[in-house]
């Protein structure tokens, strides 16, 4: 894993696209829908502690150090939509009429957002002198790496399908 944090976080990046680009090749197939399940639940997941890295760590230190408060005040707005169309993923199923087109979403929603922080907000942040980024990097990677830990602790429950008519 890079130790720098413009470096680490573009890796992320790049994990999801690929996920997302999985996730074309099954959706449309009905007779996929566990993997279907398990591959949404992953991107879920990883979107999530990305998210928090980012805003518990990442976007105070590029507050502090540009001068730019409305891409990042845009980019806490940005997630937050995301992580409501995760909430209602999560909530439902892959045979669910919409669980391909809620899918699709949140991927151009992603899209956008990374867009944005790869082509604006991290290139600002590269150039800033208050940013150091081996710093950030380095407090990046110990925080994934501890949620990643706590989400293992109870990823047997959370990954467990939901029966059948329940929750209708
Ligand atoms: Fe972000
Ligand atoms: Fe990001």
Do not use: W
């Amino acid at each position: 894993m890079p130790s720098n944090a413009i470096e680490m976080l573009t890796d992320d990046h790049h994990q999801v696209k690929a996920m997302f680009e999985e996730y074309e090749d099954l959706s449309g197939d009905d007779s996929r829908d566990d993997e279907k399940l398990t591959l949404v639940q992953q991107i879920c997941h990883e979107l999530t502690v990305h998210a928090q890295i980012e805003e518990e760590l990442f976007y105070p230190a590029a507050r502090k150090a540009l001068d730019d408060e409305d891409l990042i005040d845009e980019a806490v707005v940005e997630h937050a939509g995301i992580k409501d169309l995760i909430e209602e993923l999560k909530a439902m199923e892959p045979s669910d009429d919409m669980f391909d087109a809620k899918v699709t979403v949140l991927k151009e929603y992603v899209e956008h957002h990374v867009k944005e922080e790869e082509e604006e907000l991290f290139p600002k942040a590269k150039k800033a002198s208050d940013f150091d980024e081996d710093d950030i990097g380095a407090q990046l990677a110990d925080r994934k790496e501890e949620l990643m830990a706590m989400a293992g602790a109870g990823a047997r429950k959370a990954s467990e399908p939901p029966r059948p008519g329940a929750n209708r």
